[in-house]
């Protein structure tokens, strides 16, 4: 598939992989086909929008059989670049860190958390299912030996800028952060946000006048 | 503002939160004012998209002046439900739920983790910061005491919808979960999926070409 030569607007980029997950869904569930009006409902969108998003990477629908869920899916994880399994840096391996290092959903999607790095004299040397906690001195080495390029921080938020800056100057191009606050990075790096606020706040907005009706 | 008549799409309810997250950071950053092509620019996002999801609410920004930071955020914060203090329970208090039960982004935010809970007997009891992890069997009273309408599941993904139907049947609306597995709920509530996997992807997509033609 050619899609290289194609501008394909972020926003849509971004619902790419919900799109994928909800298909991951429908495939262990034993779903042969969907309409974009039934992944519309799942996913809170419009039939159209739906078409519309898929329309930039091909024809993968059906006139009136909706799509192949199985394709659809190998489809999207070509697109994503999800054939090669890529490696991850982790750095901060407080609460948070040992659940992302212990979260089962990476290797089954396509990644693997290669390496973890923390700061504090007590952490490190700390065994880790099959990992070593390594010193914040070792990152741009590991990074760069083991050719890593994404990146995700757990640090606490004051920490985090910092954190961003060395894997940045190790090579890492993307980086998923938790702590909550707004990263600078160079051209060329991208940031993503988990932040569990914006998603509560998504439902409130819902919830607002129900709850008030009724207060 | 009168919002309740409008019938505004899911997924512009949804970039709301993103919005007031961005202006959020501004203020802090001193900035006063802001042009939908900066915030678009932020958040990888056309200023064409952002006028028009905001011009759902009415008429923020004043052509050739942008948007006056703090009134907009104050604005999308009162769309978002976001005068009252919302209470959340939490589900699951192992490694994830430590961390998730001491951020303190919830606070700042317009949140209250207000309550505790766990199946396993070693845990129940346990102090987590102000509070005292109960027991699932206290679930429902507590929630409906409270009047809690929101619920975060952070437990492993063979026992979420098990904590999802019991939070549906004690009156939580809206549920954010950890647990990767889609979750079955009645009509009336909303469940929303933090994944790390699904934001990685989101950047691989547009690494793969990038590492494929040097490697």
Do not use: C
């Given at each position: 598939m050619e899609t290289?030569?194609?501008?394909?607007?972020e926003i849509v980029v971004r619902r790419?992989?919900?799109?994928?997950?909800?298909?991951?869904?429908?495939?262990?569930?034993?779903?042969q086909t969907i309409s974009s009006s039934e992944l519309g409902a799942k996913l809170g969108m419009?039939?159209?929008?739906?078409?519309?998003?898929?329309?930039?990477?091909?024809e993968f629908g059906k006139q009136g059989t909706g799509y192949d869920v199985k394709f659809l899916l190998s489809q999207l994880q070509q697109i994503l670049g999800m054939q090669k399994e890529w490696l991850v840096a982790l750095v901060g391996v407080g609460d948070l860190g040992h659940a992302i290092a212990r979260y089962g959903g990476f290797g089954r999607r396509g990644f693997k958390i290669a390496a973890l790095f923390d700061n504090d004299p007590k952490r490190i040397g700390q065994q880790v299912g099959e990992l070593q906690i390594l010193g914040m001195d070792s990152l741009a080495m590991v990074v760069r030996g083991l050719r890593i390029r994404l990146g995700v921080i757990a640090v606490p938020a004051e920490a985090a800028q910092q954190v961003a800056d060395q894997m940045a100057g190790a090579g890492i191009r993307a980086i998923l952060t938790y702590a909550p606050i707004n990263l600078h990075v160079p051209k060329g790096v991208r940031v993503r946000y988990i932040d569990?606020?914006?998603?509560?706040?998504?439902?409130?907005?819902?919830?607002?006048?129900?709850?008030?009706?009724?207060?």
């Open positions: 290289s030569s194609i501008d394909i607007p790419l992989p919900l799109y994928a997950r909800a298909l991951h869904w429908m495939v262990q569930d034993n779903v419009s039939s159209a929008q739906i078409r519309k998003d898929l329309s930039y990477f091909g569990p606020v914006v998603v509560l706040q998504s439902m409130t907005y819902h919830l607002k006048d129900a709850v008030r009706s009724r207060e």
